[in-house]
């Protein structure tokens, strides 16, 4: 009897725990913001992770639970990084969440990246112009390259964003720098029938090396 009472007290916080994590989670799916809030009022880690190491702000993010990802951002860490060292603040600039990205920035995230991607580049991938702004009034460093040496500008080029590519050349990204496959920002838009920033890039290097010679 005793050792029954034993496993019975044990089994109890852990389910009280699961419970909890699971109406977190569930929370969070439905986008219910005052019940994350409640949920985090009872002590709730806000930077409990899933087995990717997401935490609960870039599952919001994720998910598109804007209303759940304010509700977070106060308590959540902006350093952390995930399986794919990503930081709240990438996942934010790839889904293009602007004005959470603007908090972010106050709270000391990480505006370049954590040795893989770079905000920046992730903002360019996906084509948004503002936060791509944003980030550069902030400090985001213009060639800042994930591990095999692709820039901003390359992904820019490769997704077609013509005002993307446009931006980045007016902050002077360098049409000419090499991956490490040997690739650079023309040759990505020319695999992806990109032509016209293709060209765009060609006359940017052009200028350059009449600079040069000047």
Not at 58 to 73: F, G, K, P, Q, S
Request: glycine content about 6%.
């Amino acid at each position: 009897m005793k050792r029954w009472l034993l496993v019975c007290l044990v089994c109890l916080p852990l389910q009280g725990r699961a419970a909890t994590y699971d109406d977190m989670y569930q929370a969070i799916r439905n986008n219910d913001a005052a019940t994350v809030s409640e949920i985090l009022q009872r002590g709730f880690d806000p930077d409990t992770s899933d087995k990717l190491g997401d935490t609960l702000i870039m599952t919001a993010i994720r998910d598109n639970d804007e209303a759940v990802a304010e509700v977070l951002l106060p308590l959540a860490d902006m350093k952390h990084t995930n399986s794919l060292r990503e930081t709240p603040l990438m996942l934010a600039a790839y889904f293009g969440k602007t004005a959470l990205i603007e908090k972010m920035l106050v709270r000391g995230a990480v505006i370049d990246g954590a040795g893989n991607w770079s905000p920046l580049s992730y903002a360019a991938f996906n084509g948004h112009l503002a936060i791509a702004e944003l980030l550069l009034r902030h400090g985001a460093q213009i060639e800042t390259a994930s591990e095999n040496g692709t820039t901003a500008l390359m992904v820019a080029a490769r997704n077609g964003h013509v005002e993307m590519v446009q931006l980045l050349l007016e902050h002077g990204a360098n049409p000419l720098a090499v991956n490490m496959a040997g690739q650079n920002a023309v040759s990505f838009a020319l695999q992806n029938g990109n032509t016209d920033i293709a060209a765009m890039l060609q006359e940017a290097i052009k200028q350059r090396s009449s600079s040069s010679r000047s």
